[in-house]
């Protein structure tokens, strides 16, 4: 049985992460989605929410469950006994990051390969960070992200002491 796991912050998730998750969870016996609780981000929304959103985005898929971590993503893996780090490339610019990340995963714990799956081309705009800015500025996200999460989304930034997400991408 292969066991992998997809790493990331997951704030939030969109269409794009649960179509890597979708195809990763075809290919390998059990795909554990591993949602990040350290990273040095400022988040929208808390593990346990992320955690939550997650686990309603992917109902449908049986071999998939959800957990969270903090530690390196190869600890993670060794514990749950995960032969394979499955990444999602969207497009050019992913690929120098994912390259060092994949060799930096390597010289820590050569026993676990890391597999990098190319987005669907209608998902290569997509980021956290883009569907953050539309959703702060009232657009629409609907195609973009899961209807639970657009909800999420739309009452996060309705809260009174709503996060200030940097608009430099679509206001200018």
Do not use: W
Request: aromatic share 8%.
């Amino acid at each position: 049985m292969i066991r992998a796991v997809y790493p990331g912050t997951f704030d939030p998730v969109h269409y794009g992460h649960v179509d890597i998750i979708q195809r990763a969870a075809a290919i390998f016996d059990q795909l554990i989605v591993a949602v990040y609780d350290r990273p040095q981000k400022n988040l929208l929304f808390s593990a346990d929410d992320r955690v939550a959103m997650l686990e309603t985005a992917v109902a449908g898929v049986p071999n998939v469950q959800v957990d969270n971590y903090d530690c390196l993503t190869v600890d993670y893996a060794r514990a749950k006994d995960v032969q394979v780090i499955v990444r999602g490339l969207r497009v050019f610019s992913d690929f120098e990051f994912e390259f060092r990340l994949a060799l930096t995963n390597q010289r820590l714990a050569p026993e676990v390969e890391v597999v990098s799956l190319m987005t669907r081309e209608e998902h290569t705009f997509l980021s956290a960070t883009t569907v953050k800015e539309v959703a702060s500025l009232n657009g629409d996200i609907s195609s973009m992200v899961p209807p639970h999460v657009g909800e999420a989304l739309r009452a996060r930034f309705l809260e009174p002491d709503s996060p200030i997400v940097p608009t430099n991408l679509l206001r200018d």
